[in-house]
């Protein structure tokens, strides 16, 4: 590579964003200056959004993912979107290479009558809601004795043990103040989990499903099908894991529990019903002799998976950037030079934190591969380009200033951390000279 050292800008700091880098640094050695834009002030994505906030120990991978800013020719640029305050083209015309880490922030519908029903919301929302992020609409909870979830993967999973659990359980973790109070004006007595196939199909994993199954005070019911008649020889380890952890927690229900969490597979949700708000949803049977099945609901969560966003000027088909092992090609499969994708965007909502490490070793090693190849070409300055704007960055001392500041909020309750979620809040805390 040349005396200069080569640009390269990485938009979405996410873990797969976050991955890239290192990647990169790793392979490429000192001869890199990396960029990483973020719409947000705050890097880490969906583990910082989207993980429970009551899994802590998955959260602890930020530590590792933010060494990357520790090398001396990575800046972080927050409060910078594509498609908002830079184009796909600016980015092309300022940097060697361009990597959209992008994650995928839209949320699938159901498409049936009354999906839009006060009451009835995404999951997506949800969790985006009880993890502070700062775009998220409230979520009033006021009454809800009746919670259905639709679907059964480990989004699901959350959504429903966050229903379920003891509110004094989640007051340790970094969730803000409001959504611990709009919490306990809920009073959740029966959640339902409902999957279209049976629970050995179900993408749920086995240690996410026992934590949900073992919330402590929780009687477990089974609906739609009978764990007897599954050929378990048939099914993978995991499939068999899952029916055995189910078959343990209905088994060992209590009588009269407080709340329960009932199970349904083999059906479909066909409406939602309700006058002025939900009030019920009917499934339909997905398997043959099953019959239709009417929930009583206050609250309708589907979570029916996550979905990629189009970005102004980015090739976009179906939810995903398309891609030849993250070189991203226009959807008639010819080349863009210059521009990659990598995790949830790259590959579509799937995979956990680790995956996106294997992810963005195969779209650094293409990067650097495709930059070895090229001689360097004359750039545009961004920063000069964004300054016309008006277009502030923020930077990585007004992330910190943000950790310190969700760090003594944490503090004066006896947490370790509590989120700041308002815009206005977190604005305040970048500096704006
Ligand atoms: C509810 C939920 C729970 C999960 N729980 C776990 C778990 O317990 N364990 C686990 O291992 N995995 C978990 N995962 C999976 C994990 O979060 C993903 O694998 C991972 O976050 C995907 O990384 P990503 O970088 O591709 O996308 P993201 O994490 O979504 O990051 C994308 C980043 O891009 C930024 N961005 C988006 N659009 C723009 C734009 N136009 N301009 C600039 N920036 C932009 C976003 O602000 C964000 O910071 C969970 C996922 C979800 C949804």
């Known amino acids: 590579m040349g005396e200069e050292p080569r640009r390269i800008a990485i938009i979405g700091a996410g873990p797969s964003g976050l991955f890239t880098a290192a990647a990169l640094l790793a392979q490429g050695g000192d001869d890199l200056a990396i960029d990483i834009f973020d719409r947000l002030p705050t890097p880490f994505g969906l583990l910082r959004y989207g993980v429970a906030p009551d899994h802590a120990s998955i959260k602890a991978v930020a530590t590792t993912l933010a060494r990357v800013f520790e090398a001396p020719r990575v800046r972080f640029l927050g409060l910078v979107e594509l498609g ?4 796909a083209a600016e ?8 990597i959209y880490a992008v994650g ?3 949320d699938r519908h159901l498409g049936i009558p009354g999906e839009d029903l006060p009451g009835s919301r995404s999951a997506r929302q949800f969790v985006a809601w009880y993890s502070g992020h700062p775009d998220a609409d409230p979520q009033p909870l006021a009454g809800v004795r009746d919670a259905v979830v639709v679907g059964v993967g480990n989004v699901a999973v959350d959504v429903a043990r966050i229903l379920l659990k003891d509110r004094d359980d989640l007051s340790a973790t970094d969730m803000p103040d409001a959504v611990l109070a709009e919490l306990r004006t809920a009073a959740v007595e029966h959640a339902w989990l409902v999957g279209r196939r049976g629970p050995e199909h179900a993408s749920f994993t086995t240690p996410e499903l026992r ?5 402590p005070g929780i009687g477990v019911e089974l609906l739609g099908c009978d764990l007897a008649d599954i050929d378990e020889e048939a099914l993978e380890r995991h499939a068999r894991a899952n029916l055995a952890a189910i078959a343990r927690a209905v088994d060992a229900s209590p009588a009269e529990p407080a709340r329960w969490l009932h199970l349904l597979f083999w059906h479909r949700p066909a409406e939602l019903e309700g006058e002025g708000r939900v009030q019920s949803v009917t499934f339909a049977p997905t398997a043959e ?5 009417t929930v009583p609901a206050d609250l309708v969560l589907r979570s029916i998976g996550y979905r990629g966003l189009r970005l102004p000027g980015v090739p976009y088909e179906d939810g995903r950037i398309p891609n030849l092992e993250g070189r991203v090609v226009e959807t ?18 799937v995979g956990l934190i680790g995956s996106n490490k294997k992810d963005a070793a195969e779209t650094a090693a293409h990067v650097l591969e495709d930059l070895a190849a090229l001689p360097p070409r004359p750039l545009e300055d961004l920063d000069a380009v964004l300054a016309a704007r008006g277009v502030r960055p923020s930077n990585l001392e007004d992330w910190r200033r943000i950790d310190l500041a969700e760090i003594d909020r944490g503090t004066i309750r006896g947490r370790e951390r509590t989120k700041v979620e308002a815009w206005h809040d977190l604005l305040a805390l970048v500096s704006r000279p």
């Open 84 to 87: 908002r305050d830079v184009s």
């Open 91 to 98: 980015l092309v015309a300022a940097y060697d290479a361009v």
């Open 104 to 106: 995928a922030a839209d």
């Open 211 to 215: 934590e949900l199954l073992e919330t």
């Open 289 to 293: 002799g099953g019959s239709a099945v």
């Open 332 to 349: 008639d499969g010819s080349e863009r030079p210059g521009e990659y994708a990598v995790g949830w965007i790259k590959r579509g909502p």
